[in-house]
């Protein structure tokens, strides 16, 4: 190796440390969002118009449900169909421990994946049917409509939630809230997945599972039994009614895939690697379909916490905390030390979190790395049309300031010179004009940000593995390093790591051009990285320097990347 080889990339010392805990002082100023609106039309209507509504509703409801019970009719039909499907089987193992020890990890979980979900949704506080992400076509939203007149990013754009609800609940805290999202969700699925095991391997499925028509007329039974507040009489023991074993069912077996796959969905490795099927099920719509099973969810657990209450706590409470069917008080002790028990991993969530920042990183890329791993092993293929490309393109980011860079967009980078040293057998200083003389790719791909939008554009520039075969990385080589012209927020400069596989990919660019015009500032010039499978922040912007090396332990904070040192992602 030569000793021009084995010196340091000057930026080096450019990085800047980061704390492990998350100092709220340094932390991004809080912003309030708005009350939840959802557009109609042209019209945005505040989701708090649901409760006179809603309250109104449910008393002309009730009053229309009690009137029905008195028609002949309709008395006819309750007799016939009392709730419980007559040929439904019945359940003759009660509620076993490990259904009841799994209910139990269940809303345990629900508790953490609910709040970092919302955490996360702050960051990009509004939802689209359409890929693009384009101002005004969003269907629901708190915040305010994006400012027109002034360059305004997507982190501009994220807003506060209050530390009670979302975890750690402090404004653009998804690094951290996406580990809890994850780690908790690959439990959850595990314990999801034993569910399902458990439930077919014994005959607990037969109360969830509706296997006769009669489920729908049993049903409409019981919701109108409900609804005039004659409650059906109950045999939870055995079997559900016909509205339990739907409302269950849609649950367990619908709401949950839905929320697993819609989640999947929304990585780039994953759908930028399925071809059409990933453009179909765009990011937009996927994340909006989130949110309704997220929905679903939260509904679900209010009206079954509900009824827990009203129709019959004690005999509720036995069956699922102590699996019993009596008279004694065995369950509600064991109900109020449950919910002590989420009261206490509440009150500790976002504390925790701001305190062991760094732990709650390291955690959560313990549990779930791996799967990460694995999904950038994917080969991103997705291409789009022209007229795929979306009209506005959000920007994000900080800026370049410094006089340094003024002076070289001034000159409109003709003194620009890419630097790439490290670990390679032929360093070079490379001018804009030279990387353009080189051959050019061009490639119509999804952007897929962190914090929730996309957007699709083209992108022209040097194929990454041009590039490597131009300076020949040595076999010790295992990362590129790209460092930027450009600070990051927290002062020190803006990096990123990415392996050599990644830069090996065919999609992976320096791209100097965007939507077939040259690259402008705001976006990137004169250089920014396009690495498909990869989320935007990995993507730097205003490239200096690239750098290959073995190992990213002694840059910044040594977490691969400034996001990841000083943001907690990953
Ligand atoms: N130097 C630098 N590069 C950066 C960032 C940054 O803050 N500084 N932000 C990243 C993030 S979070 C995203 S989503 C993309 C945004 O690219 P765009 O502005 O072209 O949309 O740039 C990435 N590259
Ligand atoms: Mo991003």
Redesign the pocket.
Known sequence: MSDRARKPEPLETALSHADDHLLVDHWMPPQAGIIPRVRIGRRWISVLWALPIGSVALMVLIAVAQALRELPQVKAFIAQHPGIAQAAPSVDSGFPWWLQLQHFANMFFMLFIIRAGLQILADHPRLYWRRDCTPGTDWFRFQRPVPKGRIW???DDSVTLPTWLGIPGLRHTLGLARWWHFSINLLWVINGVLFYGLLFATDQWRRLVPLTWEVFPAALSTAIQYASLNFPVDHSWTRYNGLQQLSYFVTVFVAAPVSIATGLMQSPAIANSLGWLGRVLNRQAMRSFHFISFAWFVTFITMHGVMVFITGLRQNTNHMFAGVESEAWAGLPLFLLAMGVMAIAWLLASPFTKRHARLVQRTGRFMIGWLRTLATRTDPRTQFDESDISPF????????NSPAFGALASGAFADYRLRISGLIEAPQELSLAFLKAMTKQAQITD?????G?S?V?KWGGVPMRDILDLVRPLPEARYAVFY??????DGGR???VHDLANMRHHLTLLAYE?NGEPLNI???APL??RCENQ?????????AAIEFVESFAHLGAGQGG??EDHEFYG
């Open positions: 990013t997507a982190k393109f959000w920007p994000n980011g900080t800026m370049p952007h897929f940000c962190i914090q939008w957007g554009a930027s012209l450009a600070d990051g927020a803006y990096y990123d965007m705001l976006h990137g920014r990285l989320l935007g922040y990995k993507m730097v912007k205003w490239i400034y996001n």
